[in-house]
């Protein structure tokens, strides 16, 4: 327990930096940035408490906000993503889920990419719709929301693939 506590920290720690010192120096066209510190979010063990997941969530998307000086967007963003992840996880992996039983290194890339693709179009059209806060600029949204996506699903099955473990 102690060793898997230690894990997420350290984790929890290296996506933020990660996101701070790499990612957040990424803008393609103006609305093209990669946010992979959802992956914190997407791998978090199923069978751990559910509050100190949420809250870790708003710990993660907190950290983002003061680095980013962006007034609680991620925040926000990271604590629905958290709250929704079980509805996602289910519609992802089906029964798997229902018993608890879901391990994110045995499953197939199929079933990866769906379930980080949902989780992270959740987290981006929350953020950008806090973001940019306005109804009128809908197609806006929905572009940065699209965009962003792309890159951050593909680099985040990407950095999921460098650093799985093969149990095989």
């Known amino acids: 327990m102690n060793n898997s506590l230690t894990g997420h ?8 930096f990660a ?13 093209i940035n990669p946010y992979v510190y959802i992956l914190f979010i997407a791998f978090f063990p199923v069978k751990n408490n559910r509050p100190l997941f ?9 950290s ?3 680095f980013l000086d962006t ?7 990271s604590v629905l993503a958290a709250y929704m992840r079980p509805v996602i996880l289910k519609s992802s992996f089906g029964t798997v ?11 197939s890339f199929g079933v990866k990419i769906t379930y980080i693709t949902l989780l992270v179009i959740a987290h981006h059209l929350v ?11 809908i197609l806006l949204i929905l572009q940065k929301t699209l965009f962003s996506s792309i890159f951050t699903i593909l ?10 473990r093969n149990n095989k």
């Open 9 to 16: 920290i350290i984790r929890f720690f290296a996506l933020v």
């Open 19 to 31: 996101q701070v010192l790499i990612f957040n120096h990424v803008n393609f066209l103006g609305y």
């Open 54 to 62: 949420i809250f870790s969530s708003f710990l993660l998307g907190l």
């Open 64 to 66: 983002i906000d003061l």
């Open 71 to 77: 007034g609680g967007i991620h925040a926000a963003a």
């Open 97 to 107: 889920y229902e018993y608890q039983s879901v391990r994110f290194n045995a499953v």
């Open 127 to 137: 953020l950008f719709s806090l973001e940019i806060f306005s109804i009128s600029k």
């Open 155 to 164: 680099l985040s099955i990407i950095i999921s693939i460098i650093f799985s």
